[in-house]
């Protein structure tokens, strides 16, 4: 009997402890999705090789994420939706294709990956838990940005949607 009260009380805590953010991590709220991360982490990574990434990016006259309406005026309830298909863009298909011959940028790039990669698969519960459903719009606006991306050759896209964190960071941080 002592043994389950000890087993409850050490489950609570960690339950508690799990929904508490750590250091530097701030709970953002997707529909009725909350995920706990460091935008502000990610943003110092990024920011150290924006400059060198986007002065790799050949094309200057498309953007991926800021294509007329791309993420702006996005509904609360296809927030959610939304953050996870472009978190599982950034991991499955930018990330993977972002090398350079600097091995600072690649481990600065690595580190922001790791970041994007426990964040898609808090947005993966939500998702398999029905908490982020997606409305035709979401699906309407990332469809858009996989256009953009795929109209472009694999390593340009990346590079200039690795160059666009900061369009995506400020947009979640503004959910």
Known sequence: MKGSHVFLCLFSMSCCLNLMPTAGNKIF???????????TEIRSGFTAIKANIQARDPVRTLS???????????????????????????VDKVFKHCKTE??????????IANSFLSVKRKLGQCHE??????????????????????????????????????????????S
């Not at 709220?29 to 935008?39: A, E, K, L, T």
């Not at 991926?64 to 950034?90: G, Q």
Request: net charge positive; glycine share 4%; with cysteine.
């Open 29 to 39: 709220h997707f529909g009725s999705c909350r995920i706990s991360m460091s935008v």
């Open 64 to 90: 991926i994420l800021s294509y007329p309406h791309s993420l702006h005026k996005v509904k609360s309830s296809d927030r959610c939706c939304i953050t996870h298909h472009l978190f599982n863009f950034y």
């Open 129 to 174: 838990q029905k908490k982020c459903m997606c409305g035709q719009e979401s699906t309407e606006k990332f469809n858009q940005i996989l256009a953009n991306y795929e109209g472009l050759n694999v390593t340009s896209a990346a590079i200039k949607s690795l160059g666009e964190l900061d369009i995506l960071l400020d947009w979640v941080e503004k």
């Open 102 to 111: 600097d091995s600072y940028v690649n481990r600065k790039i690595s580190s």
